[in-house]
């Protein structure tokens, strides 16, 4: 079984930043692929960027160039870099890792307001 703890949600104004962070423990494995999900109110959960064992990444259109995931395979955590938000980037985000299965984080609440 994997655990995964997210952390660095917060309240920030339109045009700031902030970063998750989100760690596995537990049977884990060197292959993987980890990534973000967000759901926004009254919206479907979306992918919004993933990151493999590699270093593989993918983006949503809706965030290409504001957001960047990096990993730290040593320390088995994901970050995510949010630059630029804007208030529809408002939403809880999950963070997910799928190695022998699929796994997820409790996720952390990101608002984007003045």
């Not at 979306?46 to 593989?56: F, L, N």
């Not at 994901?78 to 699929?102: F, W």
């Amino acid at each position: 079984q994997v655990q995964l703890v997210e952390s660095g949600g917060g309240l920030v104004q339109p045009g700031g930043s902030l970063r998750l962070s989100c760690t596995a423990s537990g049977s884990i494995s060197g292959l993987f692929a980890m990534g973000w999900y967000r759901r926004a109110p009254g919206k479907q959960r979306e992918q919004v960027a993933t990151i493999t064992s590699v270093g593989s990444t993918n983006y949503a259109d809706s965030v290409k160039g504001r957001f960047t995931i990096s990993s730290d395979n040593a320390k088995n955590t994901i970050y995510l870099q949010m630059n630029n938000l804007k208030p529809e980037d408002t939403a809880v985000y999950y963070c997910h890792r799928y190695d022998s299965g699929d796994s997820w984080g409790q996720g952390t609440q990101v608002t984007v307001s003045s």
